[in-house]
């Protein structure tokens, strides 16, 4: 029967298997059991649940599956014998999508103790182990995972069924040591999407003997967990303007604002406040107000990128934020419209539409922003319930008894979806293809430069001309991606 541990306020439960001999190797903080529970003792967990007792594989996934069945909210599965970073278990307990994910790492070399996977756009879409084949393996289980509350209906099921398939004989020589491993073919076969955590600079191995152990735990003190929290709030895939001109001096205000207990929100607070003054000295119409309000829209986009990173490495995440976030992104923008228009308007004499049309030109920007975001979204919703509906209607679940697979995961992608998936290899153009759709990065350096040297009118104009390519070629891509 299954231990209690600790106990959390969260609903996230854990399961650890410490039914292999490993887990009982000294540390100095006891035995690897004995810091694997103080390392989520530090972290957002509820239950903590070891299965200690010695009844074999199936008797260790049948656990599983009871407590998932069980339980209300994720459920993360861990190896007493894993040696990781705090920090990486935190990408799977703390994330804010509490979904079902599973650390990785990128080196593609296999072992008994790091089986092989797939990692495709950020999922893991084929999983292997002593029985199971993946071939072109780009990466390495690391044994632990997290089932989202929504799959916990199937890790159960899965678990049984290969509880079944381990007592009968069916799976080969499997032992208790690759349980994980199998619940995570499981779940992949199953259709279920499984998010790559990916390690980075963390570690996190399996160990089998003690000398192992003590050089896995060494390797440890060789990492600077707070330096990588902290590379990691800012984001490594953000938009060309905010990476070399944001980011590189905002990571050193993520600590400080940390230790003044600010919250996201209440950057986001600040940084709407910035740009209605922004928007204030823009309505102004001299050069001087324009050049000011320019600073203030940049300070103001920066520190929307603060909060984000704030938000990231506080784990302060919430939807509430999330939305108020992008409303706040929407609200600035516009309301720097505003300002823009009037003083340009304030500075000529009035005809039909303002001066030189510039309200329609403001009105006409604002309405391309809207179609942009509408497309953008609505794929993104299209994409969700096709995800959700998709699994009753695609092809049946991959038989756990296939040794090896290939098709689909082993053929590369053809055509405009292929080309584009080659030009985000490189370098250069994929700068390209982030700047081109004119983010909101891109587009509040496009309103502040041209805002200071020339005037609103040049914005407008600016705007509409490279968000309208912006929107094409999105578009383009959209279709694209759907009928591939």
Not at 293 to 316: E, H, I, N
Not at 367 to 392: E, K, N, P
Not at 393 to 402: G, I
Not at 426 to 436: A, F, P, Y
Request: proline share 5%; glycine share 10%.
């Amino acid at each position: 029967m299954p231990d209690s541990l600790v106990r959390e306020s969260t609903t996230t439960s854990v399961v650890v298997l410490a039914t292999t001999p490993a887990s009982r190797l000294s540390c100095a903080d006891g035995t690897l059991l004995d810091r694997l529970g103080d390392q989520l003792a530090t972290l957002t967990v509820g239950d903590v649940q070891v299965l200690s007792a010695g009844g074999g594989l199936g008797a260790d996934l049948r656990a599983v599956a009871k407590i998932a069945r069980i339980s209300s909210g994720p459920v993360v599965v861990l190896p007493a014998d894993l040696v990781a970073h705090t920090e990486a278990l935190a990408q799977l307990v703390e994330h804010p999508a509490h979904d079902t994910a599973a650390l990785v790492g990128t080196d593609p070399t296999g072992g008994p103790m790091r089986p092989p996977v797939r990692v495709g756009s950020g999922k893991i879409v084929a999983a292997g182990s002593s029985f199971h084949v993946v071939p072109a393996a780009n990466a390495t289980f690391r044994g632990a995972m997290q089932a989202g509350e929504a799959d916990l209906g199937c890790l159960a099921d899965i678990a049984d069924e290969l509880a079944e398939l381990a007592e009968a004989g069916s799976l080969g020589p499997v032992t208790p040591v690759e349980a994980v491993d199998l619940l995570l073919v499981g779940l992949v076969r199953s259709g279920v999407s499984v998010r790559a955590a990916v390690l980075g600079k963390l570690h996190a191995d399996r160990v089998t003997g003690q000398d192992a152990a003590d050089t896995a735990i060494t390797r440890l003190a060789d990492v600077d967990e707070r330096r990588v929290r902290l590379d990691t709030s800012v984001k490594s895939n953000d938009g060309f303007f905010a990476t070399y001109f944001v980011s590189p001096w905002t990571r050193h205000l993520i600590r400080p604002a940390a230790r003044l207990r600010l919250t996201p929100n209440a950057v986001t607070g600040i940084s709407i406040g910035l740009a209605v003054l922004s928007a204030i000295w823009f309505s102004a119409g001299t050069r001087d107000t324009q050049i000011a309000g320019a600073v203030l829209l940049y300070l103001s986009f920066a520190l929307d990128c603060l909060d984000g990173q704030l938000a990231r490495y506080t784990r302060a995440f919430s939807p509430l934020g999330a939305w108020a976030d992008a409303m706040a992104d929407r609200l600035k923008e516009y309301v720097v419209y505003v300002g823009l228009a009037f003083g340009y308007a304030g500075a000529l004499p009035s005809d039909n539409g303002g001066p030189g049309g510039i309200w329609f030109l403001a009105v006409a920007a604002m309405i391309l922003q809207v179609v942009r975001h509408m497309i953008d979204f609505s794929f993104a919703g299209a994409l969700a319930d096709a995800a959700r509906i998709g699994s009753s209607w695609a092809k049946p679940p991959r038989s756990l008894l296939e040794s090896a697979h290939g098709g689909r995961y082993g053929v590369p992608k053809q055509g405009m979806l292929g080309l584009a998936q080659r030009m985000e290899r490189e370098s250069v153009t994929r700068w390209l293809k982030k700047i081109i759709v004119l983010p909101i990065g891109e587009r509040m350096a496009l309103i502040a430069i041209t805002a200071a040297v020339f005037n609103a009118r040049v914005t407008f104009i600016s705007l509409l001309v490279w968000g309208g390519i912006a929107a094409l070629y999105t578009l383009v891509g959209r279709i694209a991606r759907s009928v591939t």
